[in-house]
């Protein structure tokens, strides 16, 4: 799998937010093997630090990082935000998200499209965190994406792949673009589910990190995963109406 | 001069953006600056004024989804 020209082994990208420690923080992306993990921006005072201690965190991980500008809901907002994020993390990947309603946090597209293409523009290499709709899907590849990242259901909710039909057919219209879930996905079926379907990659983070034991549910992500994208990779049998035994039936005694 | 550094008044002697993050106790942070809602590179900080009612945007590095 490669995003951006970067070749990855792992399918798993792991949020940083939410967990109980940063010890835990640290074993749970270890378990995952992730070999991206997300991160943010906030404010600091100069007397906090906060921010510093989890930067050395990061940096010990050893890891790719993918920044994302949450919380912006206005392309100024977003663009500015990422030439923060590219200043600090030392990194032209911005998992860009323009959200558009406060409730289910869902994507503004139409600005999400438009910052998509300003930062194109200005060197980014773009992660957009969208929807599953293909038109918005085609005016972000025009504006320079190679990646695409649609949500499964709204972030945190961990409701699983709300709209199956709508993905398989982004899934299907855009065979060769990396595609990766990316938002409310709870349990590691809901992982297998979307690998399964054919999509490259899955991004979650409250799933794990609010799970009692994040460590041992980052494990069982990773194995979903893994599950899933060899299951996909191996034809999936189609669903079909009618039984169809599979023992068969020639050769069976006559015993009525 | 007094400015609005994340959104709380603060008192400044220095007026080069530079000279006020260490005054702020920032000196050899990780962080990124805004200016009036404007990115400021760190290497244009030795060239940026602050002036009376500038608000100073300072971000570090945090957990994020």
Sequence with gaps: ?256 | MRIRLNGAEKQLAASRLDEALDALGYKDAVIATAVNGRFVPAARRADTQLYDGDSLEVLAPMQGG
């Design chain 1, 1 to 256: 799998m490669e995003f951006y020209g970067v070749t990855l082994s792992s399918r798993l990208l792991l949020g940083t937010a939410r967990y109980p420690s940063p010890k835990i923080l640290e074993a749970a992306v270890r378990a995952s093997g992730a070999e991206i993990v997300t991160v943010s921006l906030r404010r600091e005072g100069g007397d906090q630090r906060a921010g510093q201690a989890f930067w050395s965190l990061i940096g010990e991980l050893g890891l790719r990082v993918l920044p994302n500008t949450a919380g912006c809901h206005s392309v100024k907002e977003a663009v500015t935000t990422a030439h923060m994020a590219r200043e600090l993390f030392g990194t032209t990947w911005i998992k860009l998200e323009v959200i558009g309603e406060a409730d289910t946090l869902q994507p503004d597209v139409f600005g999400l499209v438009e910052a998509a293409r300003i930062l194109g523009e200005d060197g980014f290499e773009v992660f957009p965190y969208t929807t599953e709709d293909l038109v918005v899907a085609e005016r972000l590849l025009e504006g320079g994406c190679r990646v695409l990242m649609p949500w499964g259901a709204p972030i945190g909710s961990a409701r699983g792949l709300n709209n199956l039909f709508g993905l398989r057919a982004l899934r299907a219209h855009f065979p060769d673009v990396p595609l990766v879930i990316d938002a409310g996905l709870g349990l590691p079926s809901h992982a297998a589910a979307a690998m399964e379907m054919g999509y490259d990659a899955v991004l979650l983070n409250t799933a794990v990190a609010e799970a009692g034991d994040p460590v041992r549910m980052a494990e069982a992500f990773a194995l979903a995963v893994d599950a899933g994208r060899l299951a996909h990779t191996a034809s999936p049998l189609e669903p079909r109406d009618m039984a169809a035994p599979s023992t068969p039936v020639l050769g069976k005694a006559v015993l009525a």
